[in-house]
């Protein structure tokens, strides 16, 4: 290969790339990093959580907007600890994410040694809610949707598709292992059961882990939201999902009262 050509056409990318990122802007919500707020009693971290939950992820997807990691949730917080936050505002706007990573990460937002309030801009459900709760105070948008605590799994099945096009898939797995994921063959009866016990599981790790937090900051939830619904404005804070209703100015006020 010729080294001018190669080093040519990789300068023409970086180029390409550095003046794509506005182009890119107009179709992609784009990652937002940590910023820090200066406040009379000190600095307060406003941490985003946006996008869709995940504990592993293409690092474009996470620069695009469209997913948050644990993993940076994480090290974050960490950041903003060790550059000396007081206070510390998770900033969400997510539908939710995996189990994977969100009790680890829940379990940091209970212990961190500083005062911490969710700002629950237009959604926090799902794994963003059990995020949410963990901190001290929760405000809501007027408008935003927070709460649906519980697991999911969910497939599709293409039984009768496949069927349709003369394909049948069969699997062998080996002797004992009942429970052994066969992919393309829809689950039997003791694999259902192992299944639905295991999102009992998950389900119930969030709503004990939700129930527990917000006790700790003397608010007790309505039974309503183990349903699993999504709530807005008063309704939100008569369940006990939130305290507030307002801005991310709202937010930054209970650190300064």
């Known amino acids: 290969m010729d080294e001018d050509k190669v080093k040519t056409f990789a300068l023409s990318c970086i180029d390409a790339s550095e003046k794509s990122a506005d182009s890119l802007a107009k179709f992609y919500p784009m990652k937002s990093e940590m910023s820090i707020a200066a406040l009379p009693i000190g600095k307060v971290a406003i941490i985003p959580i946006k996008g869709s939950l995940m504990n592993k992820a293409p690092g474009i997807y996470e620069e695009l907007g469209l997913v948050t990691t644990y993993k940076t949730i994480q090290s974050q917080t960490q950041l903003a600890i060790e550059e000396g936050a007081v206070g510390i505002i998770y900033h969400v706007d997510s539908p939710g994410g995996t189990v994977s990573g ?10 961190l040694g500083v005062p911490t309030v969710a700002y629950c801009e237009w959604t926090a459900c799902s794994a963003a809610y059990w995020l949410a709760s963990q901190t ?5 948008g007027k408008s935003a949707n ?18 349709s096009m003369g394909v049948e898939f069969k699997a062998l797995v080996s002797e004992g292992a ?33 129930v527990v937090a917000r ?4 608010i007790e939830m309505d039974d309503e939201v183990f349903k699993a619904g999504w709530y ?26």
């Open 146 to 163: 927070i709460g649906n605590i519980g697991a999911v799994l969910a497939w599709a099945d293409l039984t009768k598709f496949w069927e």
């Open 136 to 140: 001290d105070y929760i405000v809501t």
């Open 102 to 111: 969100c009790i680890e990460t829940a379990d940091m937002i209970a212990g």
């Open 215 to 218: 006790r700790k900051a003397g």
């Open 232 to 257: 807005s404005g008063e309704k939100a804070i008569s369940l006990g999902l939130a305290d507030d209703i307002g801005t991310l100015e709202k937010a930054l006020e209970y650190f300064v009262e």
């Open 178 to 210: 009942s429970l052994k994921s066969t992919f393309h063959t829809e689950p039997n009866e003791e694999q259902i059961s192992f299944l639905q016990e295991s999102i009992n599981e998950a389900g119930k790790s969030f709503s004990d882990s939700v």
